[in-house]
């Protein structure tokens, strides 16, 4: 079910201003793709662009293609929400629905979309995919109590098995784990090496030592100046951007000595 | 060593700095003085002084001295606070006192009444005079009750509510989650606030006037009455749920339209649900603020003295409606007493009403509010 996504020439603007210039990469399938960078940059931005959650800003639009299994996501005939069923998100903050159990929570995508659902097989995605976030240990005696009443971490991981319920072929993560504290941070890394089994994972971090130890490939994307677009500087496997950069910038970056 | 010097120095150490005491001593001088104000009011009024003016002076005598007195005992900061307390004292008990009194006098004149069982359950259909005169004069029991206005009240303001909330929430809905910059969306906030300080009897006339272009002048009826009570509804619905709709977390919205949901079903299942409690408060305040209308109802409903359960069918008759037109016209002018008690009566029922509702609007936002915990 993982696919691959090619990004060609990709341009992206908020109304008059050019957020994004000339992004051209390719992310592999039952992979980990991480995208660093400062502040600013755009690498959020181009992670949105792969599920078209950056249209929901007004004013925002792209020129160039992204291409997922050979199929442009920004054709015409392409509907958004056809788009973000296959491509799932995780945020930075976590957001469980308040108003929803756990078990509601992780069937929202589902249930949401209004699709027949018996009960046996509702039972069995709720305990596969908080299995496959590994959260079903925690909470699978509780899953009636409310989604908000868990612990950040384990709210994160509850998010991620919403995302995974609605089994998509992309997964994105926009800094999953910049609001948890190490021991989250750690379940969710391990969690991330898990899911690259199955799913293709695209993840933001401002943390380069959770990039280095969780990706597989990494993309560098850097600004010259602010106000300027930011562009993608370098993407290779991890190892080579992390040990033997070809570009001074992504050096500079990684070592420390700017950002 | 300097810096243990530095560090061991107390402020007041210091050359040419002063500190004011923080705390104050005691409350006793405080409490005498009130109770000595109380004291002077008293005696000022039995000395043939003017109530109001007693109270001020004493009260303005009160502030005076507590400011002088903790000035003189404690300094000028402590004086500032206990000066402060004795202020805001003093406008609590303004504030207080017209409501206390209102609820009082309301329910000491009306609230015998409007717990009978008979006046509750009959109309003024067929009462007259005579029947007053003889409650005055032999003892007879009150007669005529305030039932065809109970049920014109629950029926307008019903129906009021019904064009209202929808009208109100969809408004709220478009201007905070598909316009809210814009032209449009400017004039439409603008329009509303318009809109809120229309007053009461302009939309009664408005609703006259559209049934007299609809129907033929002078047409009065319940329906009428809903839409001149909607008019003064709808810009406070769309205000409260315009703000309950806003606080709704942006994340929630973006973790259901990245689920693949359809923006449409993430208003509908999401951000309405997270947003319940506050919405349902705010309806429930707006039906509170317009159940006690007057005039526009006088003008777009009309009175009628018998039940009428038919919106569509000619005048009905409402609590508020029902107290001013016995208060102005009684049955029997000669012998008022009676009609005052049925019109003191319907003023207790229509704040019990509005008490009610306010009640009924924190439980529901209880009850609908995001459980977070067990």
Redesign the interface.
């Known amino acids: 079910m993982a696919k691959r996504i090619d990004v060609k020439d990709l341009n992206i603007y908020y109304g008059d201003f050019h957020a994004v210039k000339d992004v051209t990469m390719t992310i592999e399938p039952r992979s980990v793709t991480a995208f660093i960078g400062p502040s600013g940059c755009g690498k959020s931005t181009v992670l949105r662009t792969l599920n078209r959650m950056h249209e929901i800003i007004p004013g925002a639009y792209v020129k160039g293609t992204v291409e997922m299994g050979g199929k442009d996501l920004y054709s015409k005939d392409t509907d958004p929400v056809d788009v973000r069923r296959r491509v799932g998100m995780v945020f930075q903050r976590p957001n469980p629905f308040p108003t929803m159990s756990i078990r509601e929570n992780v069937l929202a995508g589902l249930r949401l979309n209004s699709k027949r659902l018996s009960k046996s097989a509702a039972d069995e995605l709720v305990e596969s995919s908080l299995r496959g976030a590994n959260l079903w240990q925690e909470v699978k005696d509780r899953l009636d109590r409310p989604g908000s009443g868990l612990s950040g971490g384990q709210q994160q991981r509850l998010c991620i098995a919403r995302a995974i319920a609605v089994q998509p072929e992309v997964i994105l993560m926009d800094e999953p784990c910049s609001a948890l504290d190490p021991i989250s941070t750690l379940a969710i890394e391990d969690l991330i090496n898990e899911l690259k089994e199955e799913y293709t994972v695209v993840i933001v971090t401002h943390n380069m030592q959770q990039a280095a130890r969780v990706s597989d490939r990494t993309a560098f994307f850097n600004l010259e100046a602010t106000g300027l677009p930011g562009e993608l500087v370098e993407m290779n496997d991890t190892r080579i951007i992390f040990s033997n950069p070809h570009k001074t910038a992504t050096e500079d970056y990684i070592s420390g000595r700017f950002g | 060593m300097s810096t243990q010097a530095l560090r061991r120095r107390r402020l007041d150490d210091i050359e040419g700095v002063e500190l004011n005491p923080v705390r104050a001593s005691s409350n006793r001088a405080f409490q005498v003085l009130a109770a000595l104000a109380v004291i002077a009011a008293a005696v000022l009024r039995l000395a043939g002084v003017n109530l109001a003016l007693a109270a001020v002076g004493s009260y303005l005598a009160f502030v005076v001295l507590v400011h002088l007195v903790y000035r003189v005992r404690n300094g000028g900061r402590v004086a500032a606070d206990k000066t402060a307390k004795a202020v805001l004292y003093g406008t609590f008990i303004v504030a207080i006192v017209p409501l206390v009194s209102l609820l009082g006098t309301v329910i000491a004149s009306g609230g015998a009444t409007a717990v009978n069982p008979d006046y509750l359950l009959t109309s003024m259909r067929g009462v007259t005079g005579v029947h007053d005169r003889a409650t005055v004069e032999e003892g007879a029991p009150l007669i005529g009750g305030a039932y065809h206005a109970i049920i014109g009240t629950l029926i307008i303001t019903g129906l009021a509510a019904l064009i209202s909330v929808p009208i109100g929430l969809f408004t709220a809905v478009f201007l905070v989650e598909y316009r809210s910059?814009g032209r449009l969306a400017t004039a439409i906030r603008f329009l509303v606030d318009v809109m809120t300080g229309i007053p009461s009897i302009v939309a009664g006339l408005f609703a006259f006037a559209l049934w007299a272009v609809l129907f033929g002048v002078g047409t009065k009826n319940g329906f009428s009455g809903a839409v001149a009570l909607s008019v003064l509804m709808i810009p406070t619905v769309v205000r409260s749920a315009e703000e309950m709709l806003r606080i709704v977390?942006n994340?929630?919205?973006?973790?259901?339209?990245?689920?693949?949901?359809?923006k449409w079903?993430?208003i509908v299942?999401?951000v309405l649900?997270?947003a319940?409690s506050g919405l349902a408060a705010g309806v429930t305040l707006a039906i509170a603020r317009v159940v006690g209308e007057t005039a526009p109802l006088l003008v777009a409903v009309g009175v009628t003295q018998g039940i009428n359960v038919n919106p569509g069918d000619g005048p009905m008759n409402t609590l508020a409606v029902y107290a001013y037109n016995l208060f102005k016209y009684p049955r029997n002018p000669g012998y008022p007493d009676p009609s005052l008690d049925r019109a003191w009566a319907a003023a207790f029922l229509l704040i019990l009403v509005v008490v009610l509702l306010n009640l009924s609007a924190r439980l529901i936002a209880r009850f609908f509010a995001?459980?977070?915990?067990?």
Do not use: F, S, W, Y
């Open positions: 910059k977390p994340e929630l919205r973006e973790a259901a339209l990245a689920l693949g949901v359809p079903r993430t299942r999401v649900p997270t319940a995001p459980k977070t915990t067990g």
